[in-house]
């Protein structure tokens, strides 16, 4: 890995702000399409992989990542698939480490299934990774294997007491799922306060085909699950912020937080201040849209990141109010084509 990344334009200082004022300080960067499990609400059993020679190279994805920095880029969050199950990942975390040191970015963190967390997380500790999110949708060893396809629970909450031993703060993740974890929500709440961690709930999103239930089937609005919890806890809304989509509530009985992610009761795109970039180098100013730009070719087209540089500004400049996710019976197609693990969780 090339420490020295190439040096931005003279023109990048100048920080990204997209038409709405809103400042895009937050990237999502996915370094794999690739993972471990197959998520009955992510993608399908028999998924079809992007050839190796279309992704990034872990060089390519340091160099596109330093010019965000250079451009006000604060957060920055690995991705896939499963980010850990990309070859030598590591790399990747330790060069962006140096932008810890001289503090260019704040905060540099992942999205991971755990599957993976035993193996690599005191080495993401050491490269400075302070926070990271667990995706975890039920304590069920069965029921677990029923949702991931693949997946070893045992496995993950192994990855899970590796990450706390390492000194990483834990979120876990929970998508709520009609009639599948709607029994567990108090329990997960329970299990992740007793260990210090937050418990944040997200509502299934419309993208990509399934060739299981369909989202309509799936789908279960946040209110259902506050319904919930609130027989058990009593909700205070706290102001928390995480830079990210979550809206916190305390739970006074426990002490500790739960968030609610709600891309479709009530969207949080007034404030979005995130963008996504793929394995590919494909950048998506909006989760919910098809509007995308090229960073791959102009990263490959010039030895300095002039070109990189314009292609990021143009994007931006074309970045949209909102989304327009739906999920109801009469709009059986996804919203967007593309399954989350292309974009990048």
């Known amino acids: 890995m090339n420490a020295h990344s190439q040096t931005p334009a003279a023109s990048a200082p100048a920080p990204l702000i ?15 399409d690739r993972c471990d499990f197959r998520c009955v609400y992510c993608m399908s059993e028999h998924m079809t992989f992007l050839p190796r020679k279309d992704l990034l190279t872990l060089e390519e994805l340091d160099r596109l990542c330093a010019a965000f920095i250079a451009r006000g880029t604060k957060k920055l969050r690995i991705t896939g698939g499963e980010p850990l199950v990309r070859h030598d ?6 060069a962006l480490s140096r932008h810890l040191v001289s503090g260019a970015l704040e905060e540099l963190t992942v999205t991971t299934n755990g599957s993976q967390l035993a193996r690599f997380a005191q080495e993401l500790a050491d490269c400075g990774v302070k926070r990271i999110n667990v995706s975890l949708d039920t304590l069920d060893p069965a029921r677990f294997r029923t949702l991931t396809r693949t997946g070893d629970l045992a496995r993950v909450m192994a990855g899970i007491d590796a990450a706390r031993a390492a000194g990483l703060k834990v979120k876990l ?33 419309p993208l990509g085909e399934l060739d299981g239930p369909a989202r309509v089937d799936q789908y279960l609005p946040m209110s259902s699950v506050r319904d919930r919890l609130a027989e058990a806890f009593t909700l205070t809304e706290i102001d928390y912020r995480t830079g990210g989509p979550a809206r916190y509530m305390r739970t006074e009985e426990t002490g500790g937080r739960v968030g609610f992610i709600t891309p479709l009761t009530h969207n949080f795109c007034e404030s979005c201040n995130r963008v996504r970039v793929t394995c590919t180098g494909t950048l998506f100013m909006c989760l919910g849209q098809e509007d995308a730009a090229d960073l791959r070719a102009p990263l490959r087209e010039s030895a300095d990141d002039a070109l990189l540089h314009a292609a990021i500004e143009a994007a931006i400049r074309r970045k949209p109010k909102g989304h327009d996710f739906v999920i109801d019976r009469a709009t059986q197609a996804p919203s967007v084509a593309r399954h989350m693990s292309t974009t990048g969780g």
């Open 18 to 32: 997209d038409p709405f004022g809103r400042a895009v300080s937050y990237v999502r960067v996915s370094v794999t």
């Open 89 to 94: 990942v590591m790399k990747l975390f330790r």
């Open 173 to 205: 993740n929970a998508v709520a799922l009609k009639g599948v974890n709607e029994d567990e929500f108090v329990s997960l709440v329970r299990f992740a306060h007793d260990r210090g961690m937050d418990m944040t709930f997200i509502e299934v999103m």
